[in-house]
């Protein structure tokens, strides 16, 4: 089945360095992180156009990415704040050519900063 | 500065109801717009429009574009409690496939 899976789905820190794991199974060359929050839509905090390339969205500050296969993408919390206390989704999708292409999304991780 | 804004911003009908939730965008370079339905978590792909005036459909939704007036719009007859959701346009840019802006969504609530 073709997926995008998150881990974990929910998690509650105190400021200790964390990791989301993002994993597609769909071969897909780009894969992006997005944060929702009420009232704002999705926002992109970093994404990545193959392996080893990798560049900041709207709202990078206080994550880090990395992109060592093709298929893993995980987003890193060195330090986390309550204010990054929100919903997390991982996205997925083909080289979009000229018209475009649907993204394929994780089932989110809730992310809680006390 | 690119943005996508979606009207309104919540919706209350009854089972039924024709509804209609619009997308108005301003983005550098356009390549597509896009419509999700969020129900419980991940968002899951409605429409794909890249040209104007035509009109795509599934089921009870359809949803068309204005690429000269930078909008569109999503219908849905009809309409179920299961329609229940939070509706999100998203609109695609040409610096790459991933660069996509989300407008807030529309929350749609179906009652019985």
């Known amino acids: 089945e073709a997926q995008v899976t998150q881990n974990p789905r929910y998690l509650t820190v105190t400021g200790k360095k964390l990791t989301v794991t993002c994993s597609q199974n769909m071969n897909h060359e780009y894969m992006s992180w997005y944060r929702q929050d009420p009232g704002l839509g999705l926002r992109q905090i970093y994404y990545s156009m193959n392996v080893e390339v990798t560049d900041k969205g709207d709202v990078p500050e206080g994550y880090k990415v990395s992109r060592k296969e093709k298929r893993n993408f995980p987003l890193i919390l060195e330090s986390p704040s309550p204010n990054q206390t929100s919903l997390y989704f991982c996205a997925s999708s083909l080289d979009p050519g000229p018209e475009g292409t649907e993204a394929f999304f994780g089932q989110g991780t809730r992310l809680t900063v006390v | 500065e690119d943005k996508v804004v979606q009207s309104p911003l919540s919706l209350v009908v009854h089972e039924g109801d024709t509804v209609t939730l619009n997308c108005s965008y301003e983005?550098?370079?356009?390549?597509?717009l896009l419509w999700y339905k969020q129900e419980k978590k991940a968002p899951t792909f409605l429409f794909m429009l890249?040209?104007?005036?035509i009109e795509k459909k599934s089921g009870r939704l359809s949803s068309i574009l204005d690429k000269k007036e930078l909008f569109s719009i999503l219908n849905i007859t009809a309409t179920q409690t299961g329609d229940s959701a939070i509706y999100l346009c998203?609109?695609?840019?040409?610096?790459?496939?991933?660069?996509?802006?989300f407008g807030a969504g529309t929350r749609l609530t179906v009652k019985p």
């Open positions: 890249t040209s104007s005036g």
């Open positions: 998203a609109v695609e840019g040409w610096v790459w496939g991933g660069d996509m802006r």
């Open positions: 983005v550098t370079n356009f390549r597509s």
